[in-house]
């Protein structure tokens, strides 16, 4: 049975000091395994990779990757790491088969390891040819608009079509970091937002540092029971570093702002300038939803062409004030 460490009672009032970097536990659409780099043998693994490989985490802690993942399995992992250069941000490695499904596989550096992630691959994956109109339509949308407003209403209506979220928001950020919601895009029997405003409070600042390095975050289920790491305490008493990787588990109280919403998925999309996170997309669904990698990738590009949109919006703002 994996041990479990204790986390520290958390509440609105010390959610500002909460380490959500090192969680120590993912969400279970997938499994996580880290890795030593120089020698590939595994250091950790989540507490539910027996329901993918067939081996608890005990018995492939210790391990190399092509020891676990014999045959093909192996040999596509070995290739897929030698043809791609890994570093700090996610990168995606392909899809693997293996016995108990598809998975679509991120990697990246965390510290001194190598983090695998092993997301449920979508039984039908989209087709990348159809995503290229769907960006050309978008920016010569959102070209022609002609106020942030206008640029808004495009982007929520796009990304609730794609992605099939039941609500969709877009909201910015003051200079005193509050919130103010400026587009909405929903189905019947969705509350409304609509200019509302929240306080900055709501997302604490190490939130919103990961908001800048991590575009897009999903939380697939509000109700999913945690899958931990093993061990939880390795050798060098540091806690995996989970900042970047996309099944990092969710802080209880953000669990709970999501109920307060009557929300049970969740997705954001940052809108990042100039390297601050000027405000965000954010879509809610009452029931569980996956959304496919491929489709996330392609809410980031949108969200990013966005951001440039804006920016030259607010540059041609300013210089038709200096004239």
Known sequence: MTEKIEQPLVDATTCDKEPIHIPGSIQPYGFLLVIAPEDQVITHASDNVDAHLGFSAE????????????????????HALANHTVEAKPIYLGTLRLAHGAYDVL???AQQVLILEFEFAAEVAPDFRFFHPIVTRFVSEVTSAQTIRAMSDIAVREIKKITGFGRVLLYRFDHHQHGEVLSEARD???????????PASDIPQQARALYVSNLVRLIADADYQPAYLVPQTPASGEPVNLSQATLRSVSPVHIQYMKNMGT???????IVIRGKLWGMISCHDHAPRRVAFEIRAVCEQLGQI???????????CRRAQRV
Do not use: K, P
Not at 306 to 316: P, S
């Open 107 to 109: 990697a990246h550096h």
């Open 264 to 270: 049970c998925a969740s997705m954001s999309i940052s």
């Open 188 to 198: 019947d029997g969705y509350h409304t937002y609509l200019n509302q405003h929240f």
């Open 59 to 78: 018995q492939v802690i210790g391990r190399s990757l092509t020891e676990v993942f014999a045959d093909e399995g192996g040999t596509w992992l070995r």
């Open 306 to 316: 966005l951001a440039l949109h804006f920016d030259a919006a607010f540059r041609r």
